[in-house]
């Protein structure tokens, strides 16, 4: 089955530190990637998305590059902000044609970041 | 406002209640969907509903039951729960259960817990 692994939090940056959060998946075909974000007391909102090989998603400075060969979507931030304290998804979704499969989820990864 | 409202915010129930869960979209979405997300776990997916008909049902407790009345209402019954049933309760939509690879739109969940 599909699966989503994601690095454990929380994960405690300073103001301005350059952010990865790493994402590896396995897949039976050719999934679609995700990036979500919950913050506190609120659901989960779509932070940006790669539906094939190589493409790069990017969304507030945010940007994840679907990498196939390594079966990857790594999250990247150049300067990230307290603003961008959170918990971070990556999910995949691969549409099977017999029914709705839904997104996997990873476990998300708690971002912290202190001024 | 996410486009997917959900009703109650928070419940608590006791092991022997009877209540239910709403959620409502207005996106024009024919999909929706029910996931359990719990600390430390990933979110589970509990069932999907495509144009008002059940495609999926995760394993899901017979005590946790789900209806579609209509493309943009879904609710989530529930009754006779045990304490570990406990957990945030997310309902999400897409365009269809074939467009999941566009991305879902979650509403911000409702907290349940039983006591």
């Known amino acids: 089955g599909n699966s989503v692994t994601q690095m454990e939090g929380p994960v405690t940056l300073s103001e301005e530190a350059f952010l990865t959060i790493n994402c590896t998946y396995t897949a039976t075909g050719y999934p679609s990637l995700f990036w979500y974000v919950q913050y506190p007391g609120e659901g989960l909102q779509l932070l940006l998305k790669a539906t094939k090989a190589d493409d790069k998603g990017s969304n507030k400075g945010f940007e994840a590059t679907y990498r196939k060969e390594t079966t990857s979507f790594h999250l990247e931030k150049g300067s990230v902000q307290v603003s961008d304290s959170a918990v971070y998804f990556c999910a995949l979704s691969e549409y099977s044609g017999g029914g709705a499969d839904g997104l996997t989820f990873g476990k998300g990864t708690h971002l912290i970041i202190q001024p | 406002e996410t486009g997917v409202t959900q009703t109650p915010r928070h419940l608590v129930m006791g092991m022997t209640n009877k209540k239910s869960l709403k959620c409502e979209q207005h996106l024009g979405h024919n999909a929706m969907y029910w996931y359990k997300q719990s600390a430390k776990k990933p979110l589970e997916l509990m069932f999907v509903y495509n144009f008002k008909e059940q495609t999926e049902n995760n394993s899901v407790p017979s005590r946790f039951s789900p209806e579609c009345p209509n493309s943009s209402h879904l609710f989530l019954h529930l009754h006779t729960l045990q304490p570990e049933d406990s957990a945030l309760y997310l309902c999400?939509?897409?365009?269809?259960?074939?467009?999941?690879?566009?991305?879902?739109?979650f509403g911000s969940g409702t907290r349940l817990t039983v006591v």
């Open positions: 999400a939509s897409s365009q269809d259960a074939s467009m999941a690879a566009y991305g879902y739109t």
